[in-house]
């Protein structure tokens, strides 16, 4: 199979439980819950979308034809940096569009941990060692177990207390991003302080000014 991929970067993971560790994004082009066309987002099922995962012309982009090709450009992303602390995160545009056990057992051989940000919609494919998943409202659940659930908030129609009952290790509350980012920042931290199981997640990477 071959792989539509919009950027492969350096940074460091920025949200959630890996907060901070040196990875590899390997972003994908395309979702399923948005064209990725602003002409759209009114009428998309996810209209939040703070990235841009149209087309495959991003820093180390392109199509790639097979999943060595693939794992390879990954590799050589990581470089000569510690083989042992080897790390993807698989992202997009929606992931799970496309990564294939095959593209996870490539990487598995190169010793990399392979973490997977999905909106929940698809199964992840085995081998994945950390699974983040962030529902959107209007949207089905279908991989309801991972290692941490991660919200967006607020999204009208969605009450976060209905997820506490799936099985993910850690749920985190993650305020929109959006013109109205510091209400939601308040109302995320007073949401955390009085549901206690919900621990604030921040976006740090654009706090500090990085990718
Ligand atoms: C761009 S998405 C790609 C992965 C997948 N499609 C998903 O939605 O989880 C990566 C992460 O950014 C989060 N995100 C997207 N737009 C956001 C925004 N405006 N504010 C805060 N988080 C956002 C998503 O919920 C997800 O956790
Ligand atoms: N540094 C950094 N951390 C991230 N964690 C999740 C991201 C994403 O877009 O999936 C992201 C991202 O875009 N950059
Ligand atoms: S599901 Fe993820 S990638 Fe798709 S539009 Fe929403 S936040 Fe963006
Ligand atoms: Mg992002």
């Known amino acids: 199979m071959s792989y539509a991929i919009k950027e492969i970067f350096l940074t460091l993971q920025g949200e ?60 050589q992303c990581w470089g000569q940096r510690d083989q042992k602390q080897r790390f993807v995160v698989f992202t997009g545009g929606e992931p799970l569009l496309q990564l294939d056990e095959q593209l996870i057992q490539a990487l598995k051989q190169k010793d990399f941990y392979i973490a997977v940000e999905t ?23 279908v991989q309801t177990y991972g290692d941490e659930l991660k919200l967006i908030y607020p999204q009208e129609g969605l009450d976060p207390q209905d997820f506490i009952e799936f099985a993910f290790t850690t749920f985190r509350l993650q305020p929109k ?35």
């Open 177 to 211: 991003d959006d013109h109205n980012k510091k209400e939601h920042l308040q109302k995320a931290i007073e949401f955390c302080q009085n549901n206690p199981v919900w621990h604030l997640s921040l976006q740090t990477h654009k706090l500090i000014g990085i990718p």
């Open 16 to 75: 959630g439980g890996q907060i901070g560790r040196t990875a590899v994004f390997c972003r994908f082009t395309g979702c399923n819950l948005w064209s990725g066309q602003e002409a759209d987002r009114a009428s998309a099922v996810c209209q939040f979308c703070d990235t841009d995962f149209v087309g495959m012309d991003g820093v180390g982009g392109g199509r790639f034809a097979d999943v060595q090709m693939l794992a390879n450009a990954i590799e």
């Open 119 to 141: 909106n929940g919609t698809l199964p992840v494919p085995k081998g994945v060692d950390w699974i983040c998943v962030s529902p959107k409202a209007g949207a089905e659940l």
